[in-house]
């Protein structure tokens, strides 16, 4: 598992992550909401339903996803805009 970037926005740190499996990629963002009082970070997995044939694919979607993301709700679920 690869991290492609990470990001502060809407106090969220927003990561992006390549994930192998079968000589397939896929892609996940992941949203955790910073906490001050020390208490453990809330977790939120938004997998993409695309699957890359090669790594390079994938990595390419991944920045393309991360410079979209433009906020995150307070669920978690980063709000992307369209490139």
Partial sequence: MERIADISIDGYRVQC???????????????????T?????????????????SEEEAERHARNLMLSVRSVRASGKPVYTIL
């Fill in 17 to 35: 992550q390549i994930l192998a499996h079968d000589g397939d990629y896929r892609v996940r963002v992941t949203t955790r909401r910073k906490q």
């Fill in 37 to 53: 009082n020390g208490s453990p970070e809330d977790v939120v997995h938004v997998p993409s339903p695309l699957i890359f044939e």
